[in-house]
């Protein structure tokens, strides 16, 4: 499957209607596909150290934000794998910060960032490709809130939007 609608109202927590407010009912694969070159262009039009300095002390790095959409990512991707999967375990949430700071995403190669957003992005896809519409409506526990497989996936892309549109204005 290629694509599929945005969920509706109470399929995920109020919280994530900041990021699902910037995604159309699209073609979710073309959606997920186009950032990438989309992000690829932001990162060629910028100067070499540019990757490296936040817009403000006490802020992320554009290498620290785009490391953190992948993380962010991975594990949404992973929460809609399980819950398609019928998994009915709860699962935690995560706090980004100390995330960020382990990670050290300063020490790691701009490009190989992007070949990583890059890779983990065609994964989505293809795991997507697999689900049925039945799949993606299967509800689990997400850090005492109920959300669905759908939910997670489109947050995804609407995160990004997030993100990217920080990554234009403020650095």
Known sequence: MDNFNLPKKGEYPAYYDRYLGLVENQNYCEL?????????????SKSEDWPNLPYQEGKWS???VLGHVIDTERIMTFRGL???????SALPGFDQDPYVLNARFGAVPT???????SASRKALVSL?????D????????????QMTPRALFWIIPGHFIH???ILKTRY
């Open 32 to 44: 997920i596909e186009k950032q990438v070159n989309d992000l690829m262009d932001l990162f060629k």
């Open 163 to 165: 993100h990217l549109d």
């Open 134 to 145: 039945e799949m993606l409506d299967f509800p689990g526990q997400v850090n005492g809130n």
């Open 82 to 88: 399980c819950f398609a999967r019928g998994e009915r």
């Open 62 to 64: 554009p290498k620290e």
């Open 111 to 117: 490009q190989l960032l992007l070949e990583d957003f």
């Open 128 to 132: 997507i490709r697999t689900l049925s």
